[in-house]
């Protein structure tokens, strides 16, 4: 089975902190995604990579920046962590091409104070 | 990405039949349709897709109407585990995927 792992659960930040939310997937998949997903507001694409070292901005990529430097992890970059980035935070992965799904994680709560 | 329009909330008797519908009449060729579902505090979860030709998995059956116009997920014998909000998706498969997804539909499976 595919596996997308994040790297915390839960987890709280002080204003103006850097943050790191780390993925991992298992499956050599090519697209890597992060999504935050807020009441009432749904999953927002933040960012998404479809290689190493690429990256595409997705619907609401201000105040974020990745890093996919090996092709199984993608990292989410919090440079000056702000109260409103207080959200779940949804990784998932995908092959490219046809008749593929995208696999998630099991989303990390991020609490900034 | 076609914009898909899905009804808020749904309800349905647990044992019956769950029919959710999606509409995306502004879907292209190359687009097929997605669902997901995400039960409360879990990412979401894959259901199934399709092009245009009716798709069947253990999980659930999808029925497209034939100017794609519309499609319907049908869970047949609902139990109170497929209580979640159901997302309908349309997306192209070329080079890089990318999902955006709407409000989804959140469905309740009563006792």
């Known amino acids: 089975d595919v596996k997308v792992t994040q790297s915390s659960r839960y987890l709280v930040k002080r204003t103006g902190e850097k943050v790191f939310l780390e993925c991992v997937q298992d499956?050599?998949?090519?697209?890597m995604f992060w999504y935050r997903q807020d009441p009432g507001l749904g999953l927002r694409l933040i960012y998404f990579s479809y290689d190493v070292k690429m990256k595409e901005k997705g619907d609401i990529p201000e105040g974020y920046s990745v890093s996919r430097e090996k092709k199984e992890r993608f990292s989410l970059i919090l440079e000056s962590a702000s109260t409103n980035q207080t959200s779940m935070y949804l990784c998932a992965s995908s092959l490219i091409g046809a008749n593929t799904e995208a696999f998630f994680g099991q989303g990390t709560r991020l609490t900034v104070v | 990405d076609a914009k898909t329009t899905q009804p808020p909330s749904m309800d349905c008797a647990e044992g019956r039949a769950a029919n959710l519908p999606c509409n995306h009449s502004t879907i292209s060729g190359n687009e097929y349709v997605y669902w997901y579902r995400q039960i409360h505090s879990q990412g979401p979860q894959y259901i199934i897709h399709g092009l245009k030709n009716n798709e069947t998995n253990e999980m659930a059956s999808l029925i497209i109407t034939e100017d794609r116009k519309s499609s319907t997920l049908i869970l047949p014998h609902a139990t109170l585990r497929d209580t979640a909000v159901y997302y309908c998706i349309a997306a192209a498969r070329v080079g890089a995927q990318k999902l955006v997804f709407g409000q989804g539909t959140r469905l309740t499976i009563n006792p």
């Open positions: 499956m050599d998949h090519e697209n």
